[in-house]
């Protein structure tokens, strides 16, 4: 069992900039992919970026914006936005699978509770 707790969400203008933290509790943090995904009010929840042992992707809507880093030795994973959009604006979960990325959010087996990231112009 995997329990995930993100912080660092909050209250920015546009073209400023957060970084979301998700600390892991369990073993065999290494082998798991960890995932960031969003949701604004009345839409699906939406991938945004991940981060594996070997590499990392992102969402075309965050690429050269976001990015994802690891601390394995603090079973930790982070992704720092820049330039924050109110397009943005979203609560964030981090999640976790064994294994390989996946772009679907079914795949994912640890979900945190979220946190709350507002972009205002």
């Known amino acids: 069992q995997v329990q995930l707790v993100e912080s660092g969400g909050g209250s920015v203008q546009a073209g400023g900039s957060l970084r979301l933290s998700c600390v892991a509790s369990?073993?065999?943090?290494?082998?798991?992919?960890m995932a960031w995904f969003r949701q604004a009010p009345g839409t699906e929840r939406e991938f945004v970026a991940y981060?594996?042992?070997?590499?990392?992707g992102y969402a075309d809507s965050v690429k050269g914006r976001f990015t994802v880093s690891r601390d394995n030795a603090k079973n930790t994973v982070s992704m720092q936005m820049n330039s924050l959009k109110p397009s943005d604006t979203a609560v964030y979960y981090c999640?976790?699978?064994?294994?390989?990325?996946?772009?679907?959010?079914?795949?994912?087996?640890?979900w945190g509770q979220g946190t709350q990231v507002t972009v205002s112009s």
């Open positions: 999640a976790a699978r064994m294994g390989p990325f996946r772009l679907a959010r079914y795949a994912y087996d640890y």
């Open positions: 369990g073993r065999d943090f290494s082998s798991y992919t």
């Open positions: 981060g594996s042992g070997t590499s990392s």
